[in-house]
C-alpha cells in the first residue's frame, strides 16, 4: 500500500472525550473533509463515537465510525491505510497514539493538540514525525475552528 | 486472563524507565505489535521485559493513560524472544 493509493481518504482518531471542544471541532473538521470531497473514518472510544453519534442520528455529517482499538489493529496489520489521518491529543495517552499513527501509517499524519497543556504535548511531539495543529483550551472551540481552517484550506488547494 | 498491575496511569516514559531498570532481559518492539490479543501502541522505541517467562510491558487506555503490567506466558515470552529487538540481556 503505498501514498497513492491512499490518495483522498482521511481518518480522524479521537481520545478521550473528557476535554469539551474534542466532539465539535472533530464534527467540524469531518464536514470540512467531505466538502472537499474526501470520505472519512472516526476511530473513537465508545463514548467518544457516542458523542459524535447521538448528535447526527441522520448520519448527515459522519461516514464510517469505528472502534478505535479495531483501528489500531486493521492499520498495524497492513489491512487499511488513510492519505491523512488527525489524531486529537489533550493528553499523554493520545501522544502514544498519534506516535503509534506516525509509525504505522504512510499517510500524512497530523496532531491536533488541544486542552490545558499544549505545551508540554507539543514538547512530546517533537521526535515524533507529524504535523502538529495546536490551540490552548478547553471549552471554546473558535481557536481551534481557526486553525482548522488553514489545514483544511491546505488540503483543498494540494488535493 | 491472570495479570498484575505494577503501576496504573503513569506517563510513557515512566512505563519505559521502569522497564529498562527493573526487567532482566528488554525487547525493542514497533507500535502496532501484538502481545495477548492487544495492540501495543507508545512512543518508539516500545520496550517490553522479561524475567524467565513473566513479560512486563506497558498498555495504555486512552482516558486513563498507562498501565504497566505483568503476565506470565511462557508462549508469548517465547515469541517475543523471536521477533523482537532485544536491547539488553
Known sequence: MNEKSLRGTALVMLGCPQVPIQTSAA?????????AGIPVTIAGTPSARALLEVADPERVYLDEVVDLD???GFIAEGERDFSMSF??????????????????SKG????VVFGGSTEEIVAQLQQVPCE?????GSHNPLPMKKKLDGVLQWVVSNR | ???????????FTEASSYIRSNTAEVYEVPPGFKIFDVYI????PILLGIDGTVITFPYTKPCHGTFL??????????????AAKRVRK
Not at chain 1, 493520545?94 to 504505522?104: F, I, P, R
Not at chain 1, 502538529?132 to 490552548?136: K, L, P, Q, V
Not at chain 2, 501502541?41 to 518508539?44: A, D, L, N, T
Not at chain 2, 503490567?69 to 511462557?74: A, E, F, G, W
Open chain 1, 27 to 35: 464534527l467540524y473538521l469531518v464536514h470540512g473533509l467531505r466538502k
Open chain 1, 70 to 72: 479495531a483501528c489500531i
Open chain 1, 87 to 104: 489524531v486529537f491529543v489533550h493528553n499523554d495517552a493520545g501522544v502514544a497514539y498519534v506516535a503509534s499513527l506516525a509509525a504505522m
Open chain 1, 108 to 111: 500524512r499524519v497530523h496532531a
Open chain 1, 132 to 136: 502538529i495543529i495546536t490551540a490552548r
Open chain 2, 1 to 11: 486472563m491472570k495479570h498484575e498491575i505494577i503501576a496504573r496511569q503513569i506517563s
Open chain 2, 41 to 44: 501502541i507508545g512512543i518508539p
Open chain 2, 69 to 82: 503490567l505483568r503476565i506470565d506466558s511462557p508462549e508469548e515470552a517465547g515469541r517475543i524472544r523471536a
